[in-house]
């Protein structure tokens, strides 16, 4: 009993330990990232409201859960490390192993701590960045400046029903009527067999009322022109917030809608397949730091050689997030499948933490 008690406060006061210094890190980098752009752009935003100093508060909120995202990932890595260093240098690290606490031990212990960080970065990345994402948008100021889209009645929208795809230049507020059609009829293999324009068209009783239609054929056939055509697709649209078919600025359930739609001719279906199951692998991403981290501490259990474990460290964790990277666009670009491109990374940097963590407990 005793030593379970004991157990249980090593392990509070481990997460406590690692936990201040992930937050700390994390908030720390990410104001200081969130100042600079703010006075980068502060002349822009300004611009949108005039004598309203408020408007760059907002802009930093809005920009906030992106920029959390992107530096959780490094922030846990160097926490860990920090931890790591300072219980080595005090040589309690080699109290903790002489005590029997093994690293898969420490790793166990600090579970509740990675799986809060894993769901805060899901949290972040499924709800917080596309709630945010619109007005970013519509601003149009640094990052979003070049892919500016004024999210309304003004957007563009596609829709899809069967192998048929629409885009429409703009549409009321529940998709009822459109401007400028475009509709891509196409056959069970995904060959256009049809293009047709139109001027408008209007949703009753489940038919579309197309007007001033241009209809193209394939075979160079003579095209058609008509005042009027029904067309009786049932058109699922695309959500107004995911119109522009960006995978990272949607949530989970708007990638599963666009993937079931074969992406709306947006994007390649894979595209939101690869982004799904990165989404879903977000959960494991502070395991996998402390995973990288703590068998590396064995090696340096008595105190010394506290800088070559910071920089193997940080060395092993950088290349993990340029392989993800490049993983990341492996897979978008339809080169390896969805699954593998997203938990490609996971698998292997995790498999290597095994064999370091079962190689460690030797010592």
């Known amino acids: 009993m005793g030593n379970n008690v004991m157990m249980k406060i090593l ?61 959780m990932g490094i922030s846990m890595l160097l926490a860990m490390l920090l931890s790591l260093t300072e219980l080595s240098y005090r040589n309690e690290m080699a109290a903790m192993w002489a005590a029997g606490v093994s690293p898969a031990r420490i790793i166990i212990m600090l579970l509740p701590l990675a799986f809060v960080a894993g769901g805060l970065n899901f949290v972040l990345s499924d709800s917080a960045i596309p709630a945010t994402t619109p007005q970013l948008r519509d601003w149009g ?89 029904v067309y009786s697709g049932n058109m699922k649209p695309a959500q107004a917030g995911a119109r522009s078919g960006a995978p990272e600025d949607m949530a989970l359930t708007e990638l599963f809608y666009f993937m079931d739609n074969q992406g709306f001719g947006i994007r390649p279906v894979w595209v939101y397949e690869t982004w799904a199951n990165k989404r879903i692998s977000l959960f494991f991403s502070g395991l996998l730091m402390m995973g990288l981290c703590i068998p590396l501490a064995t090696r340096f259990r008595r105190g010394g050689g506290l800088g070559a474990l910071f920089a193997v460290g940080v060395g092993i964790g950088f290349v993990y997030f340029i392989v993800d990277g490049i993983s990341l666009t492996m897979g978008e670009l339809g080169f390896v499948k969805p699954w593998l491109a997203a938990w490609l990374p996971i698998l292997a940097f995790g498999s290597l933490a095994v064999v370091m963590t079962l190689r460690s407990e030797t010592v």
Request: glycine share 8%.
């Open 141 to 229: 100021i640094g990052d979003y400046g070049a892919e500016k889209l004024k999210l309304g009645e003004k957007d563009p929208i596609w829709m899809r029903a069967g192998p048929d795809i629409l885009r429409a230049g703009s549409a009321n507020g529940d998709s009822t009527r459109l401007n400028d059609v475009i509709i891509f009829r196409r056959d069970d293999q995904g060959l256009l067999r049809e293009q047709i324009y139109a001027k408008s068209a209007a949703l009753d009783e489940g038919r579309w009322t197309l007007t001033k239609v241009l209809v193209y054929y394939r075979d160079n056939l003579q095209p058609s022109r008509l005042d009027t055509l």
């Open 11 to 71: 392990g509070w006061m481990l997460n406590r330990m690692v936990a201040i210094r992930f937050f700390g890190i994390l908030f720390g980098i990410s104001f200081f990232v969130l100042s600079l752009d703010v006075l980068t752009n502060a002349k822009d935003l300004q611009a949108l409201r005039p004598n309203d100093m408020t408007i760059l508060l907002q802009y930093m909120l809005y920009r906030a859960p992106s920029v959390l995202v992107n530096y």
